[in-house]
């Protein structure tokens, strides 16, 4: 969607709407956040040890438990649990497993249906656990639109759309056109859609990982916050993990560290920070809903390279993310890198191009946050010291589902077991890493240029676009 003409910089007509924006995650900003338990002292000792405190190593610990309740687990967090992207992301619980159905077909054309159905088992576990284990954190079954705002998008979803009907992979999908997006939600930049009708989920991120932190610690799980993980070493048949005040003796480990350094060290090259913003309005009044028409709260993105997305909560505040990415030089994990004014602004502006019904609302917080980004832009999987250690990163921004998937794979990983999933392509194979610097940042900067530019032209792709595709280096969205 084109934004209206920016002036002195970053300042607009719409940055007066950002002046009481606090500079926080509107989800973690919240008076029922829980205390953090103690951190670790001393030494431990259990089956199981789980690094990581967001969504990857919360799920382990807990489908650890409900396989075996027997089994000793650990789990140790850095800081809080669900403080980074756990906390931080938009809360779109997905069913795909392959960040997009595009994307999925792109590179596991065979194996595409069975990704599919295997997504949509995973979404369900989700839904079943939210309500086996009282997970009070707003699921909401309502789908998502993939919206076009240009023409060439709309001509681009409704190719999409019979493509995936001769493939048999349509099923739950409808086309919009641009009465029928626009009646179920009314912004004038609308001109066609695809709804998802059953794939996707809205929830409270930061709720569900506090929500899977009290369902661990029921079961028996000892979590200890405030405690990085520092060292990784063999222990005779199993591993040591050193933490600042004690260590961890454990038969297996599961990394669920995600965008911060692993604590397997060739791992590191396949994943790159990049910092995704976000802001959130004051509650919107009974007419201003009415004046956009959202009555079925569903989860909403549009079409372009840089695109946005955006949703409800559940006190009916808009949710709008998205559009820039930033890749910080060298890869670095920086809590300045969290805060990006000149982000804001054009996502303000954005915002009431979409929505100019909304003209007066105000937003209430303004906040980023790293995202695991590999080559492939879906997770991959691996183990380390003779499968004694499993990870699973590069979720890419859609780990709010995933992230339970690769829980599970871990698990088979680390009981060595053959199973359905652990059988995948998508599971055995790794995607390229990236290369070191400076050849990283300008092939990340040269890549952003060249998707802004494709946006302005029509979606056509340049030569370095065309190149990175073939190599299959993702960069689609």
């Given at each position: 969607?084109a934004?209206?003409?920016?002036?002195?910089?970053i300042?607009?007509?719409?940055?007066?709407s950002?002046?009481?924006?606090?500079?926080?995650?509107?989800?973690?900003?919240d008076?029922?956040?829980?205390?953090?338990?103690?951190a670790?002292?001393?030494?431990?000792?259990?089956d199981?040890l789980?690094v990581?405190?967001?969504?990857?190593?919360?799920?382990?610990?807990?489908?650890?438990?409900e396989?075996d309740?027997?089994?000793?687990?650990?789990?140790?967090?850095?800081?809080?649990?669900?403080?980074?992207a756990?906390?931080?992301n938009?809360g779109?619980?997905?069913?795909?497993l392959?960040?997009?159905?595009a994307?999925?077909?792109a590179?596991w054309?065979?194996?595409?249906?069975?990704?599919?159905?295997?997504?949509?088992?995973?979404?369900?576990?989700?839904?079943?656990?939210?309500?086996?284990?009282?997970?009070?954190c707003?699921?909401?079954?309502?789908?998502?639109i993939?919206?076009?705002?240009?023409?060439?998008?709309?001509a681009?979803?409704?190719?999409?759309y019979?493509?995936?009907?001769?493939?048999g992979?349509a099923?739950?999908?409808?086309?919009?056109?641009?009465?029928?997006?626009?009646?179920?939600?009314a912004s004038?930049?609308?001109?066609?859609g695809?709804?998802?009708?059953?794939?996707v989920?809205?929830?409270?991120?930061?709720?569900?990982?506090?929500?899977?932190?009290?369902a661990?610690?029921?079961l028996?799980v000892?979590?200890?916050?405030?405690?990085?993980?520092?060292?990784?070493?063999?222990?005779?048949?199993?591993?040591?993990?050193r933490?600042?005040?004690g260590s961890?003796?454990a038969?297996r480990?599961?990394?669920?560290?995600?965008?911060?350094?692993?604590?397997?060290k060739?791992?590191?090259?396949?994943?790159?920070?990049?910092?995704?913003?976000?802001?959130?309005?004051?509650p919107?009044?009974?007419a201003q809903?009415?004046?956009?028409?959202?009555?079925n709260?569903?989860?909403?993105?549009?079409?372009?390279?840089q695109?946005?997305?955006?949703r409800?909560?559940?006190?009916n505040r808009?949710l709008?993310g998205?559009?820039d990415?930033?890749y910080?030089?060298?890869?670095?994990?920086?809590?300045?890198y969290?805060?990006?004014?000149?982000?804001?602004?054009?996502?303000?502006?954005?915002f009431?191009?979409?929505?100019?019904?909304?003209?007066?609302v105000?937003?209430?917080?303004a906040w980023?946050?790293?995202?695991?980004t590999?080559?492939?832009?879906?997770?991959?999987?691996?183990?380390?010291?003779?499968?004694r250690?499993?990870?699973?990163?590069g979720?890419?921004?859609?780990?709010?589902?995933?992230?339970?998937?690769?829980?599970?794979?871990?698990?088979?990983?680390l009981?060595g077991e053959?199973?359905?999933?652990?059988?995948?392509?998508m599971?055995?194979?790794?995607p390229?890493?990236?290369?070191?610097?400076?050849?990283?940042?300008?092939?990340?900067?040269?890549?952003?240029?060249?998707?802004?530019?494709?946006?302005?032209r029509?979606?056509?792709?340049?030569?370095?676009?065309?190149?990175?595709?073939?190599?299959?280096?993702g960069?689609?969205s």
């Amino acid at each position: 969607m084109a934004p209206s003409a920016m002036t002195h910089g970053i300042v607009n007509r719409w940055t007066k709407s950002l002046s009481d924006a606090q500079p926080v995650a509107y989800w973690l900003d919240d008076p029922g956040r829980p205390h953090p338990e103690p951190a670790l002292t001393g030494a431990e000792s259990c089956d199981l040890l789980v690094v990581g405190g967001g969504y990857s190593g919360l799920w382990t610990a807990l489908i650890a438990k409900e396989r075996d309740p027997r089994r000793d687990v650990v789990l140790v967090e850095g800081r809080e649990v669900g403080w980074a992207a756990s906390g931080r992301n938009g809360g779109f619980c997905a069913a795909s497993l392959t960040h997009g159905l595009a994307n999925g077909l792109a590179r596991w054309p065979d194996e595409i249906h069975r990704l599919q159905e295997l997504g949509a088992h995973n979404l369900d576990e989700i839904e079943k656990s939210v309500a086996r284990h009282s997970l009070d954190c707003d699921f909401e079954r309502t789908g998502e639109i993939d919206v076009a705002t240009e023409p060439h998008q709309a001509a681009e979803l409704r190719s999409w759309y019979e493509e995936l009907g001769r493939k048999g992979l349509a099923t739950g999908i409808e086309f919009l056109d641009t009465e029928a997006v626009r009646e179920q939600v009314a912004s004038p930049t609308f001109l066609a859609g695809l709804y998802d009708r059953t794939g996707v989920a809205m929830l409270n991120p930061a709720k569900l990982v506090w929500g899977l932190k009290r369902a661990c610690l029921r079961l028996g799980v000892r979590v200890y916050e405030h405690t990085p993980a520092l060292t990784l070493r063999s222990y005779g048949a199993g591993m040591a993990v050193r933490t600042p005040y004690g260590s961890v003796r454990a038969r297996r480990i599961a990394l669920g560290t995600n965008i911060f350094p692993s604590l397997v060290k060739r791992v590191r090259a396949y994943t790159v920070p990049v910092y995704d913003y976000a802001l959130m309005t004051e509650p919107l009044s009974e007419a201003q809903l009415a004046d956009i028409g959202w009555h079925n709260r569903q989860g909403l993105g549009d079409s372009a390279n840089q695109f946005h997305y955006f949703r409800l909560s559940a006190d009916n505040r808009v949710l709008w993310g998205g559009y820039d990415a930033i890749y910080p030089y060298g890869g670095r994990v920086r809590a300045e890198y969290d805060d990006r004014p000149e982000t804001y602004a054009k996502l303000a502006d954005h915002f009431f191009t979409c929505f100019p019904q909304l003209e007066g609302v105000r937003f209430t917080h303004a906040w980023g946050g790293a995202i695991d980004t590999c080559s492939r832009f879906s997770a991959f999987f691996g183990t380390a010291h003779g499968g004694r250690v499993a990870y699973a990163a590069g979720f890419t921004g859609l780990g709010v589902g995933a992230t339970r998937f690769g829980a599970d794979v871990m698990l088979d990983l680390l009981a060595g077991e053959r199973t359905e999933r652990t059988s995948l392509e998508m599971v055995r194979k790794k995607p390229l890493p990236f290369p070191p610097e400076p050849f990283a940042w300008t092939g990340i900067a040269l890549t952003k240029w060249s998707l802004a530019r494709a946006d302005e032209r029509g979606g056509r792709r340049n030569l370095w676009l065309k190149a990175m595709d073939r190599f299959g280096l993702g960069f689609d969205s």
